[in-house]
Every structure is written in C-alpha cells, then in structure tokens.
C-alpha cells in the first residue's frame, strides 16, 4: 500500500491504495481462473478533507464485479478519526470460452466443427458462457445461433438418447449383486432423466434412469 507520507494529496493516496485494491483482486483471479482484466478508476475530488489512514484501509466490492462491470468500491478507515468513502469504479474481464463457429440453425447437435474459441467480456452479459468443451459436444440447439456468438446454457438441451419403444438393457444394482435384463423404454429420455422402463420377462413396470444410449439403471 501507499505510504501515507509519500502521497502528495489525499486523492493521490487513495487512488494509489485503490489500484493496488484492484491489482491484488485481478492477479488472484488471473492465477486462478485464467481471466484477463481491464480496470479504471472514477475521478476521485481533489477537495476532500481527509487524512491517508495510518491503520490498514478496509476495501470492499459493493456489487461482484464478476457478474456486472460498473461497481463501487468501499474504502473504509479505522483511525482515530473514522471515515468511509465510495469510489466508482469499472472492471471489465475477459475470458477464451467456446463460440459458435458457423451460423447454426435450431435443432442442431453441436460438433467439434461447430465449436471455436474466442475471448469475450463475461461479465457484460448474465447469460452465462462455457469454457469447457465436453459440456457441448452433442447438445441440441433449443434456437439458432449466430457465427461468432457464445454458447450459453439456456441455449441448449440435452438429446435424447433413447426413444419410447426402444429395447434397453436395465442395469438392477445393489451393493451386493448387479442383474441385467431387457427392458421396453416406454417414453423418450435423455442422460440422466428418470423414464418407465417395463421388464420384457415379468412385465413390471419400473422407474430408471437413463444412463447412455439403450442403458439404463435402477437400485435395487
């Protein structure tokens, strides 16, 4: 931080304090989650009659600058003489995530030919993005997309994977015995859904869930 001594003015010291703030918060994140960051801060009054703190200045974000990119700073000191101040301040930040290669129809199932990556600001919209690729491979557009634009998670449904009147294989598990028998899927279903399964031998008709394509799984 600023030492008090050295700052000419009030306001050189705390911008000084705030972009050191803001540099600490931005290199953690960098390290951590690989973001790139621009920041600057709002013009702070030259006529504020306020001494630099002698203890340590407390900073706060009052809104995460991760989902919006103007927020406001809170500086709080714990002299003798108390004092709070609230600094504007914008912090846009950058990531590579996955977008759309190709304009895209609805319906689609995405590919490895349909995926690029592209740095974007993440916290200009709240749409959500995605940085990992085998959370869209396969997926199905729920509306067209446009070449260049982010994947997001509203856009896409998970396909099914299985159909009514599909055979399956049913997959009975305990922890200590596994059966498997032939099962008829009597609706559609996706990874992870819970569909009826009737067992073709007894024709009881049970709740699983859908595990891959023609398998699924039931506890016992």
């Known amino acids: 931080m600023a030492n008090p001594s050295q700052a000419t003015t009030f306001s050189d010291w705390i911008t000084a304090e705030v972009n050191t703030f803001l540099t600490t918060y931005t290199e953690k994140l960098k390290s951590e989650k690989n973001y790139r960051f621009e920041y600057k801060t709002g013009n702070i009054d030259p006529r504020l009659n306020l001494k630099p703190c002698n203890s340590t200045t407390k900073f706060s974000f009052q809104s995460d600058p991760l989902t919006r990119s ?75 997309i446009l070449e260049g634009n982010p994947y997001y998670p509203e856009l896409l449904s998970s396909p099914k994977v299985i159909e009514r009147g599909d055979t399956v294989v049913i997959s009975a598990l305990s ?33 699983a869930t859908v595990m891959a394509k023609g398998k699924v799984s039931v506890q016992m």
Do not use: Y
């Not at 008829?184 to 279903?189: E, I, K, Q, R, Y």
């Open 175 to 207: 922890q200590v015995i596994s059966v498997k028998m032939l099962g008829t899927a009597m609706s559609d279903g996706k990874l992870g859904q819970q569909i009826a399964v009737r067992n073709k031998k007894s024709s009881r008709v049970v709740r």
């Open 70 to 144: 103007k927020t406001t700073i809170k500086v709080e000191c714990n002299d003798k003489k108390r004092w709070s101040l609230f600094i504007a301040v914008k912090v846009n930040i950058f990531k590579s995530v996955w977008v759309a290669s190709q304009t895209l129809p609805r319906n689609h199932r995405i590919s490895e030919a349909d995926l690029l990556q592209a740095e974007i600001q993440i916290n200009k919209s709240r749409k959500g993005h995605f940085s990992k690729k085998n959370k869209l491979l396969g997926m199905r557009l729920r509306r067209s």
